[in-house]
């Protein structure tokens, strides 16, 4: 995959035969992947936290509990 553009010249512009095109293109993705695993881990952190989440509230001495479930978006 050639999205750097690398070795297409119109014709004045020098062209770049090198090896480390492989290099940059490795380590893109790594850094893709490390960035996506990240993500995956603080999306899931995100729902524990959501999920066990609980919050009281007295009104006029009744007690209400609200938890995710009340929340018909996470639902």
């Known amino acids: 995959m050639n999205y750097l553009g690398i070795g297409v010249s119109p014709g004045n ?3 770049y035969h090198g090896n480390n095109l492989k290099v940059i293109d490795r380590r893109v993705r790594v850094t893709e992947l490390v960035l996506r695993c ?3 881990g603080l999306a899931i952190l995100g729902a524990i936290l959501i999920g ?4 009281a509230k007295v009104i006029f001495s009744i007690e209400k ?3 995710f479930t009340d929340m018909k978006a996470l639902v």
């Open 52 to 55: 066990t989440d609980k919050q």
């Open 38 to 40: 990240i993500i995956f």
């Open 13 to 15: 512009v020098p062209v």
């Open 65 to 67: 509990i609200a938890k």
